[in-house]
């Protein structure tokens, strides 16, 4: 740790504003190595815990408050709100970074984030109680107090609750903390831009990290000229691979959960800034910042279910042009639904657009805009579905409510508004309320099981599932009213055509009404004179109406609660609960796509070896005689056609129902063998299939026809799936080709036909290493050291072709990749700078080329050279195996020891 505490003592010269407390161990240089994939290895990334993070920070509510209290004191509002701002982000940064090193150093112990495997029993029952209590966490609050106060205590940890030594982080090697404020989006993220490696992008990252001033600077840098509203920090964490692997989930848990409460229940933050210290603490955290992996891996393990569906959909609010995103929606369709219908799409292209805009301050703004418009939204309903629903329990109940309609039916079922609103409230009240049709039935009913609505920070006076109790009281009694009018053709009155203008606006939704801007606005009839519900007991013309009659009341209670279920859709997103921070995998959207199964990273990489052994097996059978036909084969991707679902742990947890991959066969006749004529007849049971030479195809005519059918299955109202598909296909077509030619000849060999073979056998290959080549859906990683393609762009001038190779496995450039992996495991040895590398093999002579090799190296760490015996395939360099290391030259010897 001698290097992080000298990165320590560096800083503290810059932080007038922490000078009470020391700056958290970490560093402003030595960029963590970029991690380029390319769609498929993104999707498998998405499993693995992330190493590098971004901190989004949005200083509104700190310089509000500020302002407030500037306006008080009779000082400069501005000044004061933009210190305050300042001192929130370098705090944020502060607390951050502290309880990471006190994890990574053992102080603070890593709290398990799958609560059914924790052997911890204090903490699964202060778990237990914090959601019984719908949210208030006392218990945990206290439990957390006490494991800070033994922190650096590990006996006392130990013993506290049966923690172990698996509570605590591996250390194989030293960890390293790097921390970075964002000025400009750039090729030093350059993996969310780029799902691959090549000269260009090495360029760009060479050029971006020698000018990086312009880009990034250190996250504790305390210019003014620095943006405090809007701040992008990047934390990059180097450690053992181990570790992270099998902690790294619950290390991103426990820092959030640390951080919420800390920032609370301790008084650092009134150390850290003693003017602001106390505002700081009233503000509501998980509002005001948030976390994202920095790339494809995850801080979160996916799971298909509404909470991990719904964080993540947060994702579309970041992006700067498209369809308005879903959380605008009156009626959502569901995180599943919306799932399936984006299906696959592009990752690593900057879909969001960080580079679009001046300044990572810019991109963040928009961000932030769409998400607090979103969340204020989310809040409003809500707060005003609550309110109605309590007035109209309060005022009315649901037996008052239900006989005032009965008898406004019976007194004004001649009127025409009567019929307009009886006619709006009955769809609505179908759509949302009727189990037969379950349109939005058994969303509405599941409202009072999600955790993210029954933990909701805003007080309420009755439960969810009293609300839900209402409205299904309310709804049992006023649906037999609806269908006695249906039975008496109610509205089939002749002239009569019902207003459709007057529908609430989720239903014009669910029924795809287009609004017409030019219709006078709404407004419901007080059949008895005035309203029923009232904010006072003024006339028509004065009264603030909450409803104006019964059935307007009831269609109030309906919107009401559906309004509540478009909350509960996104509320994980919009409405963090109180000690969570969100950490929505923004970058990576195969994140959901691999976890509900709709994305198979390793599918083309599996059609590719089945292809590959039909073909050889057609080869086998057809490719030696001269008989004109052959079977060609495909295999269909799966596909999810639809999710089951249940409530489970507070969340609803989505079941693919997974369309199998098939095989697709097609019988394919080429008359060239057999007739010397260039032509083909290809017959599948598939839909149209054109056939295909595969082999020196020249001028292509191709006929066919097809027939199709298709199923749709219905397992219940509101859940439709597309079933069988059967198809039958004819194809025929002609082409000057080589196979045709070829074959007929060789018509003079008989009943054996060798040219034929020998193309079905090319062909074969020629199919599978195409196949090979997909830059897409076959699994892809490069690793690239910003400072290594910098260093060669200083030497060169340019990043030359043949370095790209190296500097893409995240190696320097020598000679070849065998050479340059020497050099790093000789760097990483012994902490120097490899200047120059020259390889010897053991026998030149020898053929094939043996792997096993030795580098002779100069270097920063003795005037002579050093030694490295070693195996390495340029094709494999990760296996790259050594076998010593020794100094030939004196000096070499001295400084390695041997």
Not at 793 to 820: E, M, N, T, W
Request: proline content about 4%; charged content about 20%.
């Amino acid at each position: 740790m001698n290097k992080l505490i000298l990165g320590t003592l560096l800083m503290a010269f810059t932080l007038p504003v922490l000078s009470r407390a020391e700056v958290p161990a970490h560093q402003t240089s030595l960029l963590s190595p970029l991690k380029f994939t390319n769609r498929a290895q993104c999707a498998l990334d998405s499993e693995k815990p992330t190493s590098s993070i971004m901190i989004m920070i949005d200083g509104y509510n700190a310089g509000k408050t500020a302002n407030s209290v500037a306006k008080l004191r009779g000082l400069n509002t501005e000044e004061y709100s933009n210190k305050a701002m300042k001192e929130f982000r370098l705090s944020v940064a502060y607390m951050t970074l502290n309880i990471m090193n006190k994890m990574i150093r053992g102080q603070l112990p890593v709290l398990p984030m799958n609560l059914k495997t924790a052997n911890l029993p204090k903490y699964l029952q202060v778990n237990r109680s914090c959601e019984a209590s719908g949210g208030n966490c006392s218990e945990l609050n206290d439990y957390l107090s006490q494991i800070w106060a033994r922190a650096g205590k590990r006996a006392d940890l130990l013993a506290f609750d049966s923690f172990t030594q698996a509570n605590f982080p591996l250390h194989a090697s030293k960890d390293r903390l790097g921390c970075y404020y964002i000025k400009k989006f750039s090729a030093l993220q350059g993996h969310l831009q780029n799902p691959e490696v090549n000269q260009a992008n090495l360029q760009d990252i060479a050029l971006a990290y020698l000018n990086e001033a312009d880009y990034i600077t250190g996250c504790f840098n305390a210019d003014d000229k620095l943006n405090n509203r809007f701040v992008t920090l990047q934390i990059d964490w180097e450690t053992n691979p181990n570790s992270l692997a099998q902690q790294g989930f619950d290390f991103w848990n426990s820092l959030k959960i640390y951080l919420s409460w800390a920032w609370r229940h301790t008084n650092e933050v009134e150390q850290l800034s003693p003017s602001f210290g106390r505002i700081f603490r009233s503000i509501a955290l998980e509002e005001s910042i948030m976390f994202t992996p920095n790339g494809c891996k995850s801080m979160t393990k996916p799971s298909c279910d509404s909470e991990y569906l719904s964080s993540n959909s947060i994702r579309e609010l970041a992006k700067i042009s498209g369809p308005t995103p879903e959380h605008f929606d009156t009626v959502p369709v569901g995180t599943e639904a919306e799932m399936l219908e984006k299906g696959v799409r592009g990752v690593n292209n900057d879909f969001l657009g960080t580079q679009s805009f001046d300044s990572a301050q810019e991109w963040l703004a928009n961000f932030r805009k769409n998400v607090i418009q979103s969340r204020a939204l989310m809040k409003t309903k809500y707060q005003a579905a609550i309110t109605n629903l309590n007035l109209l329990q309060d005022q009315l109940g649901a037996a008052v409510l239900s006989t005032v309609v009965s008898k406004d039916i019976s007194t004004h079922r001649g009127n025409e508004a009567m019929m307009n609103e009886l006619y709006y409230m009955c769809t609505e009240i179908r759509l949302a309320g009727d189990e037969t049709l379950d349109f939005l039935k058994s969303d509405i009913d599941r409202i009072a099981q999600l955790k993210n609505m029954t933990q909701m920070q805003y007080s309420d006076r009755r439960s969810l599932q009293e609300h839900v109790n209402f409205f299904n009281a309310v709804s049992s009694q006023v649906l037999p009213f609806c269908n006695e009018l249906e039975k008496q053709n109610y509205w089939n009155k002749s002239g009569y055509t019902v207003n459709k203008s007057g529908f609430a606006p989720w239903a014009k939704e669910m029924m795809q009404l287009q609004a017409n801007p030019e219709e006078a606005k709404f407004i419901p009839t007080a059949f008895n004179s005035q309203p029923l519900l009232s904010w006072n007991n003024q006339s028509v013309a004065g009264a603030q109406a909450i409803c104006y009659s019964s059935v307007d009341c009831t269609r109030l209670m309906v919107k009401s609660m559906v309004d509540l279920y478009a909350v509960s859709t996104y509320a994980d997103a919009l409405v963090p609960l109180a000690g969570k921070t969100s950490d929505p995998n923004l970058f990576n959207p195969y994140s959901e796509l691999k976890t509900c199964k709709m994305y198979d990273p390793w599918f083309q990489t599996q059609r590719m070896n089945k292809v590959l052994m039909v073909d050889l097996a057609n080869t086998a059978l057809f490719g030696w005689n001269i008989l004109p036909i052959y079977v060609d084969v495909n295999f269909t991707a799966p596909k999810v056609a639809s999710f089951n679902q249940l409530v489970k742990d507070g969340k609803i947890k989505f079941d693919p129902r997974v369309e199998k991959s098939k095989m697709q066969t097609s019988l394919v006749a080429d008359f060239g063998p057999l007739l010397g004529a260039p032509c083909a007849v290809s017959l599948n049971n598939n839909g149209i299939k054109n056939y295909n030479f595969y082999s020196f195809s020249g001028l292509t005519v191709n006929y066919c026809d097809s027939k199709q059918s298709n199923e749709v299955v219905s397992n219940n109202p509101s859940d439709f799936a597309t079933g069988t598909k059967t198809a039958r296909s004819f194809c025929g077509g002609c082409t000057l080709n080589f196979t045709a030619v070829a074959a007929a000849s060789s018509s003079t060999f008989g009943v054996v036909n060798p040219a034929k073979f020998v193309v079905y056998l090319f062909r074969t290959f020629q199919k599978y290493f195409s196949a090979k080549k997909d830059k897409v859906n076959i699994p892809k990683s490069w690793e690239v050291n910003a400072a290594y393609a910098a260093e060669v762009y200083k030497k060169y001038g340019q990043i030359p072709s043949h370095c790209v190779d190296q500097l893409s496995k995240g190696l320097k450039c020598f000679r070849d990749s065998c050479a340059a992996k020497a050099a790093d495991v000789f760097e990483k040895a012994y902490n120097t700078k490899v200047n120059e590398v020259y390889i010897r093999e053991d026998d030149d002579s020898q053929w094939p080329p043996s792997d096993t090799k030795e580098a002779w190296i100069k270097s920063d760490l003795c005037k002579g050279e050093a030694v490295i015996r070693f195996t390495c395939n340029e094709r494999k360099v990760e296996n790259f195996r050594t076998h010593s290391m020794y100094g030939f030259h004196k000096s070499c010897r001295r400084a390695m020891g041997k």
